[in-house]
């Protein structure tokens, strides 16, 4: 896919809070339905990086594009619209407590589409369908468990249809089948609907089952330290950093 | 970007362009009143989650779905469109006399829950009692300064407003007759037993108050009460103890902070009517006597102390989410005024019996 153009490019991305630099000059590109993971150890800044290629917090230098739209250089009206592009599912699920899991789902379809109200109810359902959680539609979130909020906030994300999901640590804190039930979502989804993924995720055996390619980013070098299919990085790790992470080793 | 378009002919449908959410709501309301047997989608050269939402529906009003390209024939396949899709139960009609009952039953343990509480309080000052050592001194001091020195600017300008308005409106029509001097007596005996305190009594409710509950509440659905409990620190002790002692040593002090205030404002009042400061405070002295003034401060302490453990008690019974917390806050707030007021009224009638 080298010669497609991507569609989200990261140009020379420096992130810092003050004096402390988290970030240091990252540059990348994610092809148009392609499963991308983040990884790394802790405190490596992987949340930090989805944090900027959402739109939630401004680069200190760099740019981004997302879609061809570049995000770094987007005010106003066009931001909020482009930010509708894609969907985010956050690590806590982040569901909104005063709806219900329908609801939920139902909140941006009512905000940005034309569709009718029976229209509406029965994408909604067919989300939670997606994702398992069809007989809970009417439940409040605090009343599910921890994974089954993060696939209603999957849902909730799969609502309008985006181009590009961005998802935190979707299968952390999910039983191993459970978890492999959403890998093969995540998989099934880009391939039919030429969804791009973006997974931050520290789970092995999640990365080998959905990741087209993977980015390592290291604490140390403030940056990436590598880029390539994860069965290259766990069979010839271009640095030893990358090889105790696919071995599991300690230092 | 062709929109979707429908053609319904005979018992045939045939469904074309791109079916994303805009053109599935286009075509959705004319596509359920078509009732066709057949659709030919061969013709549909975009289709995401809405557009098969709207073949599902079709699929489940008994339509088959011809010549659907096979990427969004598997999409199609994964919504399952042979089972029905579950609709939301109907909410079941409870007759009024087990709503009563429920609403009683609520209500009772509520009160139950008030009188535990208490309980549970009065176990925690023994133990304190006991071992004074445990009690969180620097928590209870912190606490202090922002439910007390912190709340100095708001109390001092309400009370110099209270001050000054009650001097000047008793002065109009006291001047009728001559007996302006007789507004230092009356703005004297006003705040001192009565609207200092339960003016400090309700900033406090609304500051400090809800303030304890929405901190208490945020802890709760964090969890982190419970990380207290398991490290075997009862939150009793912990959280409550020292807001409690905190806030009912701060009361009668802010108390008499709005008094002196209070009384400067009605003085100043006085001043335009031709009264000197000294000739008010000389009537203010002879007026109001050392019981008024006790009086007052005790029932500060008493207002201290249930704003506290109101605050704290909606904060440890708060549910879980955001709206909650802020529940909990509000309740806190209205519970500690319905005390007030009530708990005034019972000051003033024990005051009246014991002839202070």
Same mark, same amino acid.
């Given at each position: 896919m080298p010669d497609q153009q991507p569609i989200i490019r990261v140009e020379n991305l420096t992130c810092a809070y003050g004096p402390v630099v988290v970030l240091k000059e990252v540059s990348f590109d994610v092809q148009a339905g392609e499963v991308f993971v983040i990884l790394g150890g802790s405190g490596c800044g992987k949340s930090t990086l989805l944090r900027h290629m959402i739109g939630l917090e401004r680069p200190s230098t760099g740019r981004i594009w997302l879609d061809g739209t570049e995000l770094t250089a987007t005010e106003g009206a066009a931001r909020q619209a482009l930010m509708r592009t894609f969907g985010v599912a956050y690590q806590s699920g982040a569901l909104f407590g005063s709806l219900s899991v329908l609801d939920n789902v139902l909140l941006p379809l009512i905000e940005f589409t034309t569709l009718d109200a029976a229209a509406r109810n029965v994408v909604a359902r067919l989300k939670l369908r997606q994702v398992g959680?069809?007989?809970y539609a009417d439940y409040m979130p605090a009343a599910l468990s921890g994974g089954m909020q993060k696939r209603a906030a999957i849902a909730r994300a799969l609502a309008l249809d985006p181009r590009i999901l961005f998802l935190d640590e979707p299968s952390a804190g999910l039983d191993p089948v459970t978890g492999a039930e959403l890998d093969a979502l995540i998989k099934r989804l880009a391939s039919t609907l030429k969804l791009t993924f973006v997974v931050v995720t520290h789970e092995l055996a999640s990365i080998f089952a959905i990741a087209d390619r993977a980015l390592m980013l290291d604490k140390s070098a403030k940056g990436v330290i590598a880029l390539d299919t994860p069965q290259t990085l766990r069979d010839h790790p271009p640095s030893a950093p990358v090889r105790r992470f696919f071995n599991r080793e300690t230092e | 970007m062709s929109q979707a378009t429908l053609n319904a002919e005979n018992d045939v449908m045939t469904i074309a362009g791109r079916l994303d959410a805009a053109g599935a709501a286009g075509i959705w309301p004319a596509a359920r009143a078509a009732r066709a047997s057949r659709v030919d989608a061969s =013709? !549909?050269?975009?289709?995401?989650? *809405?557009? @098969? *939402?709207l073949l599902f529906e079709l699929i489940q009003r008994g339509a088959k779905i011809d010549g659907l390209a096979d990427g969004y024939a598997t999409l199609l396949a994964e919504l399952q469109p042979d089972q029905p899709l579950s609709t939301a139960p109907a909410p079941a009609h409870e007759p009024w006399v087990a709503r009563l009952g429920g609403i009683t039953a609520a209500v009772l343990a509520s009160l139950r829950d008030r009188v535990s509480f208490i309980g549970d309080i009065t176990i925690a000052v023994k133990t304190l009692l006991i071992s004074p050592r445990r009690f969180r001194? =620097?928590? %209870?001091?912190? !606490? @202090? =300064?922002?439910a007390g020195a912190d *709340? +100095?600017?708001?109390?001092?300008?309400?009370?110099?407003?209270? #001050?000054?308005i009650l001097a000047f409106q008793s002065a109009i029509p006291m001047k009728q007759f001559g007996a302006e001097l007789f507004v230092a007596n009356l703005v004297g005996l006003g705040l001192v037993r009565e609207l200092s305190p339960l003016m400090t009594a309700v900033l406090l409710a609304g500051r400090t108050g809800a303030a304890? *509950?929405?901190e208490l509440g945020t802890m709760k659905t964090n969890q982190e009460i419970d990380a207290l409990t398991t490290m075997g620190l009862?939150?009793?002790?912990?959280?409550?103890?020292?807001?409690?002692?905190?806030? &009912?040593?701060? &009361?009668?002090?802010?108390?008499? +902070? %709005?008094?002196? !205030?209070?009384?400067? =404002? /009605? #003085?100043?009042?006085?001043?335009t009517l031709d009264i000197p400061l000294k000739t008010a405070f000389a009537q203010v002295t002879q007026t109001v006597a050392l019981t008024d003034y006790l009086g007052g401060l005790a029932k500060s302490a008493i207002f201290g102390f249930g704003i506290a453990a109101i605050g704290c008690w909606r904060g440890l019974r708060t549910g879980s989410g955001a709206q909650a917390v802020g529940e909990a806050a509000t309740k806190a707030v209205v &519970?500690? +005024?319905?005390?007030?007021?009530? &708990?005034? /009224? +019972?000051f003033a009638l024990a005051y009246y019996y014991l002839g202070w």
């Open positions: 959680l069809e007989a | =013709g !549909i050269d975009y289709c995401d989650g *809405a557009g @098969a *939402a001194l =620097g928590a %209870a001091v912190q !606490i @202090a =300064g922002s *709340a +100095l600017p708001i109390v001092a300008l309400i009370s110099f407003l209270l #001050g000054v304890f *509950a929405a009862e939150p009793m002790r912990f959280l409550v103890l020292p807001r409690l002692v905190a806030v &009912t040593l701060m &009361t009668p002090l802010l108390s008499v +902070l %709005a008094e002196v !205030i209070g009384l400067f =404002g /009605g #003085g100043l009042v006085l001043l &519970t500690s +005024l319905v005390f007030l007021v009530v &708990t005034d /009224g +019972l």
